[in-house]
């Protein structure tokens, strides 16, 4: 005969056995995964610290540590997509420093943890060289305006009849002051205002359309004067980044590093 010492180990056994079996199957996070902390997304089930007991499936147990056993295979994460960006805006203002802007937007939100969205508009530094009539923008006398070389990538090369334009020219300045607001930006396109640098020599392009109704001029290249006279410009873009340069000489290429590059707005 099986003593009564056996016979209740064996009872417990076979009753652990099949309460593990009924909570297997019972609970988890099928079809109750919540955003953010739910206290009422929980459930009666195995933790992922193996503990039975009150569990949840929302996505702040990641954090509180107190999920089901599978969160992660029921309520996988699912990152933030966004499109494409939009075309650049065209300048906010006509004829003066202004701003374009391009957004792009939300197609999935984020879920279960994943990554967040990331921002959805840039803004850039510009500059229209038409009024809102389609005429030539006024040049008064003033600062040179001017932005990262990679602008003058994308500005168009011939006119509307395919005739080239033309290709301008580059003018050499020794850098003498900048204010300090030109390395504390830290939007995208401003990052080139940090290559700014006093004492360096920098070349900047002057090229259509800033070029002045093709005077073989850009406002404030320092056209006519000598290489004493203290000359200002502006970064576009940051207003408050700006300082002085002496002119060098005029060049047909710009022969700087690009970080030392720029072109005339």
């Given at each position: 005969m099986m003593r009564p010492s056996v016979r209740f180990a064996c009872w417990l056994l076979v009753l652990v056995s099949t309460l593990e079996k009924n909570h297997l199957v019972t609970g988890g996070c099928s079809g109750k995964c919540c955003q953010g902390r739910d206290l009422g997304c929980l459930t009666t089930d195995w933790r992922m610290d193996r503990v039975?007991?009150?569990?949840?499936?929302?996505?702040?147990?990641?954090?509180?540590?107190?999920?089901?056993?599978?969160y992660f295979t029921e309520c996988p994460a699912q990152d933030c997509s966004v499109s494409d960006w939009s075309y650049w805006s065209g300048c906010a203002v006509h004829c003066q420093p202004s701003v374009r802007v391009r957004v792009r937007h939300v197609g999935q939100q984020p879920r279960n943890s994943g990554e967040a969205c990331p921002n959805l508009e840039q803004r850039a530094g510009c500059m229209e060289f038409r009024d809102r009539q389609g005429s030539h923008c006024a040049h008064n006398a003033g600062p040179a305006f001017i932005t990262s070389v990679e602008f003058g990538k994308r500005r168009p090369k011939h006119d509307s009849y395919g005739i080239p334009l033309n290709p301008g020219f580059c003018i050499e300045f020794t850098l003498e002051?900048?204010?300090?607001?030109?390395?504390?930006?830290?939007?995208?396109?401003?990052?080139?205002?940090?290559?700014?640098?006093?004492?360096?020599k920098v070349c900047v392009a002057c090229e259509p359309p800033a070029m002045r109704n093709n005077s073989s001029s850009c406002q404030g290249d320092g056209d006519g004067s000598d290489k004493e006279t203290v000359l200002h410009w502006q970064a576009v873009g940051n207003p408050r980044c700006s300082g002085t340069w002496k002119r060098i000489q005029k060049t047909r290429h710009c022969n700087c590093p690009p970080q030392h590059s720029f072109v005339f707005i």
């Amino acid at each position: 005969m099986m003593r009564p010492s056996v016979r209740f180990a064996c009872w417990l056994l076979v009753l652990v056995s099949t309460l593990e079996k009924n909570h297997l199957v019972t609970g988890g996070c099928s079809g109750k995964c919540c955003q953010g902390r739910d206290l009422g997304c929980l459930t009666t089930d195995w933790r992922m610290d193996r503990v039975f007991g009150k569990c949840f499936c929302d996505e702040g147990c990641i954090r509180t540590k107190d999920c089901c056993f599978d969160y992660f295979t029921e309520c996988p994460a699912q990152d933030c997509s966004v499109s494409d960006w939009s075309y650049w805006s065209g300048c906010a203002v006509h004829c003066q420093p202004s701003v374009r802007v391009r957004v792009r937007h939300v197609g999935q939100q984020p879920r279960n943890s994943g990554e967040a969205c990331p921002n959805l508009e840039q803004r850039a530094g510009c500059m229209e060289f038409r009024d809102r009539q389609g005429s030539h923008c006024a040049h008064n006398a003033g600062p040179a305006f001017i932005t990262s070389v990679e602008f003058g990538k994308r500005r168009p090369k011939h006119d509307s009849y395919g005739i080239p334009l033309n290709p301008g020219f580059c003018i050499e300045f020794t850098l003498e002051s900048r204010t300090p607001y030109c390395t504390v930006e830290n939007r995208p396109h401003t990052h080139w205002m940090r290559y700014i640098t006093e004492g360096f020599k920098v070349c900047v392009a002057c090229e259509p359309p800033a070029m002045r109704n093709n005077s073989s001029s850009c406002q404030g290249d320092g056209d006519g004067s000598d290489k004493e006279t203290v000359l200002h410009w502006q970064a576009v873009g940051n207003p408050r980044c700006s300082g002085t340069w002496k002119r060098i000489q005029k060049t047909r290429h710009c022969n700087c590093p690009p970080q030392h590059s720029f072109v005339f707005i």
